[in-house]
């Protein structure tokens, strides 16, 4: 019983920042943001409709400079590239190799 106390207070000190960026916007725009159980609900569903997680400490630390609904500040831009940068790369190996293992 203990043990799942301590999971729950880890689980509840937890932040996630969603975001999306395409080339059309001006900058990564916001969607949601959360604590704990909220935090825990945008981690479920990005899972569920398979939309990359990626652990990253500015979600903890720049939590309330992310407002839903806005774009990213601009003096998080260059750690936020870095992020989607990386996104992009997983995205880009995944497909290559989806592409080789349906070839005959």
Excluded: C
């Excluded at 725009?29 to 990359?52: M, Q, S, W, Y």
């Amino acid at each position: 019983m203990r043990q799942e106390k301590d999971q729950d207070r880890r689980r509840s000190a937890s932040a996630a920042v969603a975001m999306k960026y395409t080339p059309e916007l001006p900058a990564p725009f916001v969607i949601a943001k959360g604590r704990g159980k909220t935090a825990d609900l945008i981690l479920d569903l990005a899972r569920e409709h398979r939309i990359p997680v990626v652990e990253h400490r500015i979600a903890r630390e720049g939590y309330d400079l992310f407002l839903p609904g806005t774009y990213v500040p601009e003096d998080l831009y260059e750690v936020v590239a870095t992020i989607f940068a990386f996104v992009y790369s997983i995205e880009k190996r995944s497909v290559r190799r989806d592409e080789s293992d349906s070839d005959p």
